[in-house]
């Protein structure tokens, strides 16, 4: 069993966390390897004498990915687990870690990997792309959501959001989240959207402060084709970011669609905690 190790050297200082998690993979004879989620910045300091290989091409030959960090971290390595269909599976290093199987003080619990003592919980994605006119000029996957917004400019934007090419709403307000079920406990959720069981299979569609009284978060079916246009008058700088990567500059009268992607992540399942102790512990009752 190859397990690829993934720290995020800013939350876990001098690799304390994967350090030892290697120490614990290896003794039960798993063999491992380090590598960075993302292009170190210069001047990073790294423990001296760390071996660090290329995260994508030892990808290729994994079984799972192994990530240190938040949510943040997670849904970034996902992305890259994502391309060559390996499993991952998060230890938290964050503030609330909620896609994280596990905390920093649990990796006594990566032995019963080498014993196959664990299941794989399969998540959805979304699939999106930016048409402007006829022309595809942006393409992204998303595991959590896909964010249209106004960026940090406090003025509305004008929005039509269709349904398989029917009008489902059309509001003025800050923006709009479209997410999976793993991604409704975020930014969905902060907008006032519901939140639906991880392992569900919809699409859920939240505006961001919208300025109507009767616009309201929909949850879809996994078929529907959903098309978020920006009003073809606005002058006003609208950005769309997919789990919170890069945003990308739209202008009026572009359209982005979504739709449920063919593509899925597997994440590693360990501690037998239910999404309801998760959601309870994390973001609700401290327990």
């Given at each position: 069993?190859?397990?690829?190790?993934?720290?995020?050297?800013?939350?876990?200082?001098?690799?304390?966390?994967?350090?030892?998690?290697?120490?614990?993979?290896?003794?039960?004879?798993?063999?491992?390897?380090?590598?960075?989620?993302?292009?170190?910045?210069?001047?990073?300091?790294?423990?001296?004498?760390?071996?660090?290989?290329?995260?994508?091409?030892?990808l290729r030959s994994a079984?799972?990915?192994l990530c240190f960090g938040g949510?943040?971290?997670?849904?970034?390595?996902?992305?890259?687990?994502?391309?060559?269909?390996?499993?991952?599976?998060?230890?938290?290093?964050?503030?609330?870690?909620?896609?994280?199987?596990?905390?920093?003080?649990?990796l006594e619990q990566?032995?019963?990997l080498a014993e196959g003592d664990y299941t794989l919980e399969s998540r959805m994605m979304l699939d999106m792309r930016?048409?402007?006119?006829?022309?595809c000029i942006f393409r992204d996957t998303a595991?959590?959501?896909?964010?249209?917004?106004?960026?940090?400019?406090?003025?509305?934007?004008?929005?039509?959001?269709?349904g398989d090419r029917d009008v489902m709403m059309e509001f003025s307000g800050d923006g709009i989240v479209i997410s999976t079920p793993t991604g409704s406990t975020a930014y969905s959720m902060s907008a006032g959207g519901p939140?639906?069981?991880?392992?569900?299979?919809?699409?859920?569609?939240?505006?961001?402060?919208?300025?109507?009284?009767?616009?309201r978060s929909l949850v879809l079916g996994r078929d529907r084709m959903v098309a978020v246009k920006v009003g073809i008058k606005s002058h006003k700088s609208a950005y769309l970011s997919a789990d919170g990567g890069r945003a990308?500059?739209?202008s009026g009268g572009d359209v982005a669609e979504l739709r449920c992607s063919r593509h899925r992540i597997n994440l590693v399942k360990l501690t037998g905690r239910s999404f309801y102790s998760i959601l309870n512990r994390k973001l609700g009752r401290r327990q």
């Open positions: 069993m190859k397990i690829v190790l993934s720290p995020n050297p800013y939350r876990d200082k001098n690799l304390h966390a994967v350090r030892e998690a290697q120490r614990i993979l290896e003794e039960c004879g798993v063999e491992t390897c380090m590598c960075l989620p993302f292009r170190p910045d210069h001047g990073m300091e790294l423990p001296q004498g760390m071996h660090l290989k290329d995260i994508h091409t030892e079984d799972m990915l949510d943040g971290t997670l849904l970034h390595s996902a992305r890259m687990a994502r391309t060559y269909n390996v499993p991952v599976l998060g230890v938290n290093m964050g503030s609330v870690g909620f896609m994280a199987e596990l905390e920093a003080s649990e990566l032995r019963r930016v048409l402007r006119g006829e022309r595991l959590n959501d896909v964010v249209i917004s106004n960026g940090a400019v406090a003025r509305v934007i004008d929005m039509v959001v269709y939140i639906v069981e991880p392992t569900a299979e919809n699409i859920i569609v939240t505006p961001i402060c919208a300025h109507d009284l009767m616009t990308f500059r739209l």
